[in-house]
C-alpha cells in the first residue's frame, strides 16, 4: 500500500504537442531522464513504456524513483523538446486545462444573459450590480468564446459567498436562466475563427515564435490547435499581456477573419477544443501493392471525427471563403444546438456524401439508436441532427461505435495504385477519369475518385469489390500499352503526320497548358472532329489528324480553335486599388486568390504587379470577377475606415482616468494636454452628444496632402498615441475602502489640483489624479490611528509626547464592542475604583488606552476581557426604511432603550435588509424583541 501511494505521488502527466510521432518516442523518453535537459531523473516504469502509452498522441504518464525529481519536473510547467511543446503536470491531472488557477477576485463570468440586437449592454451591467450592489463594474467585455456571454470586472474584490445568494434569489431573466462561472487567471488566450473555418495557423505560429525571439530571455510556452483554434498559454503573466496586445493590432490591422480573446475560464472554449472532436481508431493496418490493391478495411486518417457544431450564427459577414448560417441546415425549429457535424476530411464522411445506398442505410441504423436522429447532407457537409432530450456527448459515442460497426459489416474502403507510367500520361489519365465518372453515374451504391495519385473508392462491400477488380484489370490492360501510347505523346511525331500547333501566345494554349481539367475536357471534344490533342518536346501542344479521309480537316480544327477562344474560355485583368497595395492587404488578396482557386478548379489566378490575372472557362471567371470584386471592395473599405481612424482618437467615458483629468481641474490638464497635441500637429477638442455619449477628440492637423499619405498617417497617429501615454502616465485611479469602524471624513487633507475624490459611500471612495498625491490621501484615508507606546506615555496622565512604561492598549474592537463596555458601567467602575488609572476611548471607538499602576491596569484589562467574552447577537429582519428612521434618531432610540433597563446596543450600519443586536445578557436580546414592534420613531 506504501509502495503504491509513493508510486502515485511520484507520477507526471506529460502533455505534448503537436502528436508525438512514433520515430520520437525513445528520443522524448531519454529527454525526460535527463537532468540538464528537462530536470528529470531515473524513470522506474521505463521498461513497461512503449508508443502504445501515450494517450490519444499527446498524454504520456511516467513515475519518476526520487520524489524530488519528481516535484523538479512539475515545477518547470513549461519544455521544449525538438519541435515539441510540453507541458508538465502532477499525475492526478489530466490536462493543464484541468490545471488549478488562482481565481480573480475582481472578475464574473456572466453566461446565457439574452441582450436583443435593439438592446445594449447596460442591461448586463444592471444586473452584475445587482449581484454586487456595494461594488462598481469598471469594465465589461463581451465573450465571443461563448453565445451571450459577458465578463464584467468590478473595482473591488468580491464577496462571492454574498454574490451567489443574491444570485439563488434572481437565476431567471428574460426567461432564461443564467450561469455564473469563476474566472481563473490561465494565463491564456485563444485566436479562433468564429465561424469555425478550417484554418492553417502555421504562419500565427511562425509570428507568435518571431514575437517572442524579440525579448532578452528565453519564455516558454504550450499551445494547442485543431482546424479552426490555436491555444496559447505562458507562465509569465506580463508576457501574456504583451504578446496579446501584439496580435490584437495585428488582427485589427489585416481582414483577417479571426479573432483573439483571453481565456479566464477552459470550459468556455469547450466548442473549440480538440476534445469535444471523436477521433476513430483504424480498424487495421492499409498496405498497399502497385496496382489493384484490394483492402477491406477503413485507414487510418488525420481526421478529427465528429465536431460540436454551436452558435455558428455570428452576424459578422465572412471574409475568407466561409459559410453563412444561412447555409447550413437549418429550419425554424432546428437549434444550432441540435446539430453535430462531422469531419468533412473523415473517411466515414467522403463515403457518406457520396454513396446514396451508405446514406440510407446508416439513416436505418441511427433510428435503431434513436427514432429522433437524422443524417442531413447539406451543400457537401454532413450533419447529425439531434431532435431528442439526450445529451450530444453521450450520443457521439454511440453514434461513432455504430458508424465503425456499419463499415465493417456493410461498406467498405478499396485504394488502388496507378503506375508511375500512366500518371506521366494525360491521354491514359483521361481514359481512367472517363471511366470512373462512368461508375459513378451508373451505380449509386459507390463511389471513385482520383486522389493523391491513388484511385480510391468507397461502397456496398459486394459491388465495390466486383467494380475495384474490373478497374484493376483495366489499368492493367493500358499499363501494359503504355510504352507505346506515351511514345506518341511524348516523341515528335513522323512528317507524314498532320498536325496543328497551337500558338504558345494564344489564350487557348495558355489555358490548356495551365488547367489541368480543361485539358482533358478539350481533349475528349476535339476526338468529335477527328483531332487529338497532345503535349510534344519542348513544351508545344498540337492537334494530331486522326481521319485522314477529312479533305477539310485543317479548316474545321481551326474553326473549332477560333470558337474555343471566343465563347469557351476568356481571361481578364483587375487592377489592385492603391489603398490596398502594401505587404499586408497584399499578403491577404495573395491568400484570396488561393481560396478562389481552390474552389474554382476551372481557372487559373495570378497576380503581376498590382494587377490580378485570371483565366479558364467563361463561367468560372465571371463567377471569379464577382467574387473578388466584392472582396476588393470589402478590404477597401476596411483599409479606408482604418486609415480615417487613425485621423481621430476618441477618448470617452470608458476611459475612466482620461476622461476624468481632462474634464476636471477646471481645464488645467486639458490645456496642457491640448499644448502638447498642438506641437504634434494634432487638436483636442471636446464633445456632447448625450449623457452616455460624450467625451473628447483628437483631430489630425496635419495638411490636406499629407492626410493622404499613409506612412506620414501611421507617424503622427503613432506620435499621438506615445504623447498620450506619456501624458497620462503619471495619473492613476485608486478604489478606497475604509477601514471597519472608520466613516468618511468631513475633512481631507488634500490638494484639489492635483486629485478628485468621488465618495461612493461613506466607507468607500474613488480618488483620481496625480500619482504621488493620490498614494498619500489614500494612505492618509486607510491607516489606523497609531497605537501609543510605553514611549509615550506620561507618569500622571496619558500624553503622547512623554513616554511611561505603564500603558496597556485594547485595541482594533468594533464600535458596538466598546459601546457595551460602556453600557456595562466599565469606565464607571474604573474611575470610582481605580483612582490612579487613565482611561482614554480614541474618537473613532477602536481603542481604549489604559495608563497607571501595572497592577490596576491588569485588573482592568481582565474586566474588560470577561465582559467581551460574554457578548452575544441576535439578527432581526427589516426594510431598509426601518434602518434609516433607526439611524436618523439614533440619540431618541438609544435614550428609549436606557428607559427600559436594557444593556443593548443595536449595529443598524452594517447591513441594508436587517439590524443586529448585542448584549451581555440574553434576558436583554429577548425582551428587547417584544417590545421593538412597539416603539415609534
Request: proline share 2%.
Amino acid at each position: 500500500m506504501d509502495d503504491q501511494s509513493t508510486k502515485s505521488s511520484n507520477c507526471v502527466t506529460v502533455e505534448i504537442y503537436p502528436h508525438l510521432k512514433q520515430d520520437d518516442f525513445d528520443l522524448l523518453i531519454l529527454f525526460l531522464e535527463s537532468k540538464r535537459q528537462s530536470g528529470g531523473g531515473d524513470i522506474s516504469n521505463v521498461d513497461d513504456l512503449t508508443f502504445a502509452n501515450v494517450q490519444n498522441g499527446k498524454i504520456l504518464r511516467i513515475f519518476y524513483q526520487d520524489s524530488e525529481v519528481t516535484k523538479r519536473v512539475i515545477s518547470k510547467k513549461f519544455l521544449k523538446f525538438k519541435n515539441y511543446h510540453i507541458r508538465t503536470l502532477p499525475g492526478s491531472i489530466s490536462s493543464f486545462k484541468c490545471e488549478i488557477y488562482d481565481i480573480l477576485t475582481d472578475k464574473l463570468i456572466i453566461k446565457n444573459i439574452c441582450v436583443d440586437n435593439d438592446d445594449d449592454e447596460s442591461i448586463v451591467e444592471m444586473y452584475a450590480e445587482y449581484l454586487a450592489p456595494y461594488n462598481e463594474v469598471t469594465n465589461l467585455q463581451k465573450s465571443s468564446l461563448s453565445y451571450n456571454t459577458f465578463i464584467a470586472t468590478f473595482n473591488s474584490k468580491l464577496d462571492r459567498e454574498s454574490l451567489y445568494a443574491r444570485f439563488s434569489k434572481k437565476k431567471i431573466l428574460r426567461k432564461k436562466e443564467i450561469v455564473l462561472m469563476d474566472p481563473f487567471n490561465t494565463k491564456s488566450f485563444l485566436i479562433f475563427s468564429p465561424k469555425k473555418q478550417d484554418t492553417d495557423f502555421g504562419h500565427l505560429i511562425d509570428k507568435l515564435n518571431s514575437e517572442l525571439a524579440n525579448f532578452e530571455k528565453s519564455n516558454p510556452y504550450f499551445i494547442e490547435t485543431n482546424s479552426y483554434s490555436l491555444l496559447v498559454q505562458f507562465d509569465n503573466e506580463k508576457l501574456l499581456n504583451e504578446i496579446f496586445n501584439i496580435f490584437e493590432l495585428y488582427f485589427k490591422s489585416t481582414s483577417l477573419d479571426l479573432i483573439i480573446e483571453k481565456v479566464y475560464n477552459f470550459s468556455l472554449v469547450d466548442r473549440f477544443s480538440a476534445k469535444n472532436q471523436i477521433v476513430h481508431k483504424p480498424l487495421l493496418d492499409r498496405t498497399f501493392v502497385e496496382v489493384a490493391v484490394q483492402t477491406d478495411f477503413l485507414p487510418e486518417s488525420n481526421s478529427k471525427g465528429v465536431e460540436s457544431v454551436s452558435n455558428t450564427d455570428s452576424k459578422e459577414p465572412s471574409k475568407l471563403n466561409s459559410t453563412s448560417k444561412s447555409n447550413l441546415p437549418f429550419d425554424a425549429d432546428t437549434k444550432p444546438e441540435q446539430l453535430i457535424e462531422f469531419n468533412i476530411e473523415d473517411i466515414y464522411t467522403t463515403a457518406l456524401l457520396n454513396v446514396k445506398q451508405l446514406f440510407f442505410n446508416f439513416q436505418e441504423e441511427l433510428t435503431k439508436i434513436n427514432p429522433k436522429l437524422e443524417l442531413i447532407n447539406s451543400n457537401g457537409r454532413l450533419f447529425l441532427k439531434n431532435s431528442s432530450l439526450t445529451d450530444n456527448n453521450s450520443l457521439k459515442t454511440k453514434t461513432l461505435t455504430a458508424l465503425i460497426f456499419f463499415f465493417e459489416k456493410k461498406a467498405s474502403h478499396k485504394i488502388i495504385e496507378i503506375p508511375a507510367r500512366i500518371l506521366k500520361s494525360p491521354d491514359l489519365m483521361s481514359k481512367i477519369d472517363s471511366k470512373v465518372q462512368e461508375y459513378n453515374k451508373l451505380c449509386p451504391a459507390l463511389y471513385f475518385r482520383i486522389q493523391n495519385q491513388q484511385l480510391e473508392g468507397f461502397g456496398c462491400k459486394k459491388i465495390l469489390q466486383n467494380k475495384s477488380n474490373e478497374l484493376s484489370r483495366f489499368i492493367d490492360v493500358l499499363s501494359s500499352h503504355s510504352n507505346s501510347n506515351l511514345a506518341t505523346v511524348e516523341t515528335k511525331p513522323s512528317e507524314n503526320s498532320i498536325k496543328i500547333s497551337i500558338s504558345p501566345d494564344s489564350l487557348a494554349f495558355k489555358v490548356l497548358w495551365n488547367i489541368k481539367n480543361i485539358f482533358f475536357d478539350f481533349k475528349n471534344s476535339v476526338k468529335s472532329i477527328g483531332a487529338d490533342l497532345r503535349i510534344e518536346q519542348d513544351q508545344k501542344l498540337s492537334l494530331f489528324n486522326m481521319d485522314r479521309s477529312n479533305s477539310v480537316w485543317e479548316a474545321k480544327v481551326k474553326d473549332y480553335l477560333e470558337e474555343f477562344e471566343k465563347k469557351q474560355v476568356k481571361t481578364i485583368k483587375l487592377g489592385v486599388p492603391e489603398n490596398l497595395r502594401n505587404k499586408i492587404n497584399i499578403d491577404i488578396i495573395k491568400f484570396e486568390l488561393k481560396e478562389q482557386e481552390k474552389s474554382l478548379v476551372s481557372i487559373k489566378v495570378e497576380l503581376v504587379e498590382n494587377e490580378i490575372v485570371a483565366f479558364g472557362y467563361c463561367k468560372a471567371v465571371d463567377i471569379f470577377t464577382r467574387n473578388i470584386n466584392k472582396k476588393l471592395k470589402y478590404y477597401q473599405n476596411n483599409s479606408e475606415t482604418n486609415f480615417a481612424h487613425k485621423l481621430l482618437v476618441v477618448i470617452n467615458r470608458v476611459k475612466s482616468v482620461e476622461y476624468k483629468i481632462l474634464q476636471g481641474f477646471n481645464g488645467k490638464y486639458f490645456k496642457e494636454f491640448s499644448d502638447n497635441l498642438n506641437q504634434i500637429q494634432a487638436i483636442l477638442t471636446a464633445y456632447y452628444k448625450n449623457e452616455t455619449d460624450n467625451g473628447f477628440k483628437i483631430f489630425c492637423n496635419l495638411e490636406k496632402s499629407e492626410q493622404q499619405d499613409v506612412n506620414k498617417v501611421n507617424i503622427w497617429h503613432q506620435r499621438v498615441l506615445e504623447s498620450r501615454k506619456n501624458f497620462f502616465n503619471k495619473f492613476t485611479r485608486q478604489a478606497v475602502q475604509l477601514p471597519h469602524g472608520k466613516t468618511a471624513p468631513s475633512k481631507v487633507d488634500f490638494d484639489p489640483e492635483k486629485i478628485i475624490i468621488e465618495w461612493k459611500s461613506g466607507t468607500q471612495a474613488d480618488i483620481i489624479g496625480e500619482k504621488n498625491e493620490v498614494e498619500r490621501v489614500k494612505n492618509n484615508l486607510v491607516k489606523k490611528e497609531k497605537l501609543p507606546e510605553s514611549s509615550d506615555l506620561s507618569s500622571s496622565q496619558f500624553n503622547f509626547s512623554k513616554p511611561n512604561e505603564n500603558t496597556f492598549l485594547i485595541s482594533d474592537l468594533k464600535w458596538f464592542q466598546i459601546r457595551i463596555l460602556f453600557e456595562e458601567q466599565f469606565f464607571k467602575h474604573l474611575s470610582d475604583n481605580y483612582k490612579d488609572l487613565n482611561v482614554m476611548l480614541d474618537t473613532q471607538l477602536t481603542r481604549i488606552c489604559l495608563s497607571g499602576n501595572k497592577k490596576e491596569i491588569n485588573k482592568a484589562k481582565k474586566m474588560a476581557f470577561k465582559i467581551l467574552e460574554k457578548i452575544l447577537g441576535a439578527e432581526i429582519e427589516c426594510d431598509s426604511a426601518t434602518l434609516d428612521q433607526m439611524q436618523k434618531n439614533e440619540n431618541q432610540f438609544l435614550s428609549y432603550l436606557k428607559d427600559q433597563n436594557l444593556k443593548c446596543v443595536v449595529d443598524t450600519k452594517s447591513n441594508t435588509d436587517k439590524f443586529i443586536v448585542y448584549s451581555t445578557r440574553l434576558e436583554d436580546i429577548e425582551k428587547f424583541k417584544s417590545i421593538f414592534s412597539n416603539f415609534k420613531f
